[in-house]
């Protein structure tokens, strides 16, 4: 045995071991449907289309649209650039870190429940206008980069600054992927808010059908200290600081005015009367009489033109409560009233929300030194302006690798950028041998029952590493390794985990830099399944190894196993994944070792060694009689009568779901098709996140190779 094989046979060899996609079965066991995530339909076209579009032209078309107002919504100071800062905002705004949901990727706000959001009043219009420039580009031009777009050209238009556009973002089908934003009875099952306007996380925002909170103040009482509190929580909610907060806030209230003509209110919603939707009860519903948010008036004196203005004014006078034309609390100054041109003409004070006031009130005294600084520095609020706009409108885009566009500035913090790959990369056929002597000559050995374990463990770590891949927003994934770091390793999912990082330490140390932990990581877990009695799984190398592992702050798993998971929970996590469910439920299959599940505290494994790669998980599951069994440390799972195997609940979960079980059965009658099919779902778990543009994957050939 050479000392390379040595090293690793003398590290210690236990690691918790549990597949992430898991859930429990709710009393009674009912059904759950329509969770499989349906994938935004880029046309093959699609990624040529964008490469090719003129993202000029489309910027010289908006800037003459933002200055021709038309009769049937006429733009406020002659100008619709304020109107398509909002529709940017609100497209953006609705992403939310607890699950990647939200954001203007996929262009969802056409759509219902999002179309209808009483903070979306009115947005309709602003599509309407684009359409013309839509319809011109076609394909290339996709609605959630249209938007995105406006709202930038009009910012600058007005003066003021943009850090960059990243474009390439995916317009969905229909609104599916918002259903569990809410309003809908699946945002009621799933995430609950007993209070609307007490919301709490996961939900994005304090009250669902607005971008983030009441705008009056809490439960619409106009406290200014109770509402700073909720904007720093929202705000948070998609991963936003206070000085981020801060220039959100005064960059987009430097623009436009509010709406609130009259008490009676915009009238139906899209969903509502979809033939008319909102046409304003106050007179003509339009100009001086619209109605969209309640409130009434600028923030600023010249609402058209980008400056710190917003935070003079908050500095500079006392504001008081009244209720405003609209029928809602807001703020006026206590004296002379500093005085904006009006939207079709005449003059108009200016006016704050409970919302703005609360930035000078919060309780922690965080917020009022920005508001100072920003408001006798405008260079650094547009810094701080720039960098959260873009932020905002590009979080839900994930790494700078999907951007396109001639104007995407460099990876970003909240992008989590990834050093380049070795220019020069090991020979894997020589990584692949050693992997394999030492898998092979561990089960050789006299501990053949824990060495022959160790393939089992490996495929575990492959699979906890990739499967923290989120499609909604594309984080997370094995590119960057950030299984070695913390949160990522101090999970209760990848408890041990690191022993078995260790005991691959020599592999990576006798090949150097130019096998990174994230290659060496997948192709152990491929070399694993191999000898385990797979197919041979093909290999694609390139990935690259994050220094920190901060990229896996917001992907701890809301399945892990315990008895208290739910089938809602499954599916909401098959939702997530990327995968369909075929490939969801197969890779269940993936061999587990006895060593891992007494890690987490259970006891024992369905396979009596954990190194069989077969269907024998599926035939496990359906001919046995499973009965509940608490293990030594308290763990509830499940027992098969007379043997000594065992389950979790989540396994069983598969048997309770009509859809899951066919499948199941699939794989039970037929080892082959389990073994072809498992090889292809690995490969692309795997690959997911090897991004090449917004719609390309830089290892499709590889997963070709795997499904063939």
Same mark, same amino acid.
């Given at each position: 045995?050479?000392?390379?094989?040595?090293?690793?046979l003398?590290s210690p060899?236990f690691a918790?071991?549990?597949?992430?996609?898991?859930?429990?079965?709710?009393?009674?066991?009912?059904?759950?449907?329509?969770?499989?995530?349906?994938?935004?339909?880029a046309?093959?076209?699609f990624?040529?289309?964008a490469?090719?579009?003129?993202?000029d032209?489309?910027?010289?078309?908006?800037?003459?649209?933002?200055?021709?107002?038309?009769d049937h919504?006429?733009?406020?100071?002659?100008?619709?650039?304020?109107l398509?800062?909002?529709?940017?905002?609100?497209?953006?705004?609705?992403?939310?870190?607890?699950?990647?949901?939200?954001?203007?990727?996929?262009g969802?706000?056409?759509?219902?429940?999002?179309?209808?959001?009483?903070d979306?009043?009115?947005l309709?219009?602003a599509?309407?206008?684009?359409?013309?420039?839509?319809?011109?580009?076609?394909l290339?031009?996709?609605w959630?980069?249209?938007?995105?777009?406006?709202?930038?050209?009009?910012?600058?238009?007005?003066?003021?600054?943009?850090?960059?556009?990243?474009?390439?973002?995916i317009?969905?089908?229909?609104?599916?992927?918002?259903v569990?934003?809410?309003?809908?009875?699946?945002?009621?099952?799933d995430?609950?808010?007993?209070?609307?306007?007490k919301?709490?996380?996961?939900?994005?925002?304090t009250?669902?059908?607005l971008?983030?909170?009441?705008?009056?103040g809490p439960?619409?009482?106009?406290?200014?200290e109770?509402?700073?509190p909720?904007?720093?929580?929202?705000f948070?909610r998609m991963a936003?600081?206070?000085?981020?907060t801060?220039?959100l806030?005064?960059?987009g209230?430097?623009?436009?005015?509010?709406?609130?003509?009259?008490?009676?209110?915009?009238?139906?919603s899209p969903k509502?009367d979809?033939?008319n939707?909102?046409?304003?009860k106050?007179?003509s519903?339009r100009?001086?009489d619209?109605?969209?948010s309640?409130?009434?008036?600028p923030?600023?004196?010249?609402?058209?033109?980008?400056?710190?203005?917003?935070f003079?004014?908050l500095?500079s006078y006392?504001w008081?409560?009244?209720?405003g034309?609209?029928?809602?609390?807001q703020?006026k100054?206590?004296g002379?009233q500093?005085?904006?041109?009006g939207?079709?003409?005449?003059?108009?004070?200016?006016?704050m929300m409970?919302?703005?006031?609360?930035?000078?009130k919060?309780p922690?005294?965080?917020?009022?030194?920005?508001?100072?600084?920003?408001?006798g520095?405008?260079?650094?609020?547009?810094?701080?302006?720039?960098h959260?706009w873009?932020?905002?409108?590009?979080?839900?885009?994930?790494p700078?690798t999907?951007?396109?566009g001639?104007?995407?500035?460099?990876?970003?913090?909240?992008?989590y950028?990834l050093?380049?790959?070795?220019?020069?990369?090991?020979?894997?056929?020589?990584?692949?041998a050693?992997?394999?002597?030492?898998l092979?000559?561990?089960?050789?050995?006299?501990?053949?029952?824990?060495?022959r374990?160790?393939?089992?463990?490996?495929?575990?770590?492959?699979?906890q590493?990739a499967?923290?891949?989120?499609?909604?927003?594309?984080?997370g994934?094995?590119?960057g390794?950030?299984?070695r770091?913390?949160?990522?390793?101090?999970?209760?999912?990848?408890?041990?985990?690191?022993?078995?990082?260790?005991?691959?330490?020599?592999?990576? @140390?006798? %090949?150097?830099? /130019? #096998? =990174?932990?994230?290659?060496?990581? +997948?192709l152990? !877990?491929?070399?694993?399944?191999?000898?385990a009695?797979?197919?041979?799984?093909?290999?694609?190398?390139g990935r690259?190894?994050?220094l920190?592992?901060?990229?896996s702050?917001?992907l701890?798993?809301?399945?892990?196993?315990?008895?208290?998971?739910?089938?809602?929970?499954?599916?909401? @996590?098959? %939702?997530?994944? /990327? #995968? =369909?469910?075929?490939?969801?439920? +197969?890779?269940? !299959?993936?061999?587990?070792?006895?060593?891992?599940?007494?890690?987490?505290?259970f006891?024992g494994s369905?396979?009596?060694?954990?190194?069989?790669?077969?269907?024998?998980?599926?035939?496990?599951?359906?001919?046995e009689?499973?009965?509940?069994?608490?293990?030594?440390?308290g763990?509830k799972?499940?027992?098969a009568? /007379?043997?000594?195997?065992?389950?979790l609940?989540?396994?069983?979960?598969l048997?309770?779901?009509?859809?899951?079980?066919?499948?199941?059965q699939?794989?039970a009658?037929d080892?082959?098709?389990?073994?072809?099919?498992?090889?292809?779902?690995?490969?692309?778990?795997?690959?997911?996140?090897?991004?090449?543009g917004?719609a390309?994957?830089?290892?499709?050939?590889t997963?070709?190779?795997?499904?063939?």
């Amino acid at each position: 045995m050479n000392m390379l094989l040595a090293l690793v046979l003398s590290s210690p060899l236990f690691a918790a071991g549990l597949c992430p996609r898991m859930g429990t079965a709710p009393l009674g066991h009912p059904l759950v449907h329509g969770f499989e995530r349906p994938e935004p339909q880029a046309h093959e076209r699609f990624a040529a289309a964008a490469e090719g579009l003129d993202w000029d032209a489309v910027r010289a078309d908006l800037k003459v649209l933002f200055k021709e107002s038309k009769d049937h919504w006429p733009a406020d100071y002659g100008n619709y650039g304020p109107l398509f800062v909002r529709l940017a905002w609100h497209c953006s705004g609705s992403y939310r870190t607890s699950d990647g949901r939200g954001g203007c990727d996929g262009g969802r706000q056409r759509f219902d429940p999002e179309r209808s959001w009483e903070d979306n009043t009115n947005l309709d219009k602003a599509r309407s206008l684009l359409w013309p420039i839509k319809q011109k580009y076609g394909l290339g031009l996709s609605w959630g980069d249209l938007i995105i777009l406006a709202g930038n050209t009009a910012v600058q238009s007005m003066g003021g600054p943009i850090l960059g556009f990243c474009g390439g973002r995916i317009d969905a089908t229909d609104g599916s992927e918002s259903v569990e934003l809410g309003p809908t009875e699946e945002q009621a099952r799933d995430f609950p808010c007993p209070v609307n306007g007490k919301c709490e996380k996961p939900l994005g925002s304090t009250t669902v059908g607005l971008i983030y909170l009441n705008p009056e103040g809490p439960m619409g009482q106009p406290i200014p200290e109770q509402s700073a509190p909720q904007v720093r929580d929202t705000f948070g909610r998609m991963a936003m600081n206070d000085s981020e907060t801060v220039a959100l806030i005064g960059g987009g209230h430097a623009f436009g005015k509010t709406h609130g003509a009259c008490p009676a209110g915009p009238g139906p919603s899209p969903k509502e009367d979809p033939a008319n939707p909102w046409p304003g009860k106050c007179g003509s519903g339009r100009g001086t009489d619209a109605f969209t948010s309640g409130f009434e008036g600028p923030w600023t004196t010249n609402p058209t033109a980008w400056d710190n203005e917003y935070f003079q004014l908050l500095t500079s006078y006392t504001w008081v409560k009244h209720m405003g034309p609209g029928g809602k609390w807001q703020w006026k100054v206590n004296g002379t009233q500093p005085v904006a041109p009006g939207p079709q003409g005449g003059k108009q004070p200016t006016m704050m929300m409970t919302t703005d006031v609360s930035l000078t009130k919060d309780p922690t005294n965080q917020y009022q030194p920005l508001v100072k600084q920003f408001a006798g520095d405008q260079a650094a609020f547009d810094h701080a302006w720039m960098h959260a706009w873009y932020k905002l409108t590009s979080r839900d885009m994930g790494p700078v690798t999907r951007c396109l566009g001639n104007d995407v500035p460099p990876a970003q913090p909240f992008q989590y950028p990834l050093p380049s790959p070795p220019k020069s990369l090991a020979n894997f056929t020589e990584v692949r041998a050693v992997l394999s002597e030492l898998l092979q000559a561990q089960g050789a050995s006299d501990a053949a029952h824990s060495g022959r374990s160790l393939r089992a463990m490996f495929v575990h770590l492959a699979s906890q590493c990739a499967s923290t891949f989120r499609s909604t927003d594309y984080l997370g994934g094995c590119n960057g390794a950030r299984i070695r770091f913390s949160p990522e390793k101090d999970w209760a999912v990848n408890k041990g985990l690191q022993t078995v990082l260790r005991s691959l330490e020599p592999v990576k @140390a006798k %090949f150097g830099d /130019g #096998l =990174t932990w994230a290659d060496l990581i +997948v192709l152990a !877990g491929n070399v694993a399944i191999e000898l385990a009695g797979g197919e041979a799984m093909p290999f694609c190398p390139g990935r690259s190894d994050a220094l920190a592992g901060e990229g896996s702050a917001y992907l701890e798993p809301s399945v892990d196993g315990e008895f208290n998971n739910t089938l809602d929970q499954l599916k909401l @996590a098959l %939702f997530k994944s /990327g #995968l =369909t469910t075929r490939e969801f439920v +197969v890779l269940s !299959g993936q061999p587990r070792s006895p060593e891992l599940m007494r890690a987490r505290g259970f006891h024992g494994s369905w396979d009596v060694d954990g190194a069989a790669f077969s269907n024998s998980y599926f035939t496990a599951l359906l001919s046995e009689t499973w009965q509940e069994y608490t293990s030594k440390n308290g763990k509830k799972q499940y027992k098969a009568k /007379g043997k000594d195997l065992f389950m979790l609940k989540t396994d069983l979960l598969l048997t309770y779901d009509p859809e899951f079980l066919a499948i199941a059965q699939d794989y039970a009658s037929d080892n082959e098709l389990f073994k072809k099919e498992f090889a292809a779902a690995w490969t692309r778990l795997v690959t997911l996140d090897r991004f090449d543009g917004p719609a390309g994957n830089a290892c499709a050939a590889t997963a070709r190779a795997a499904a063939e």
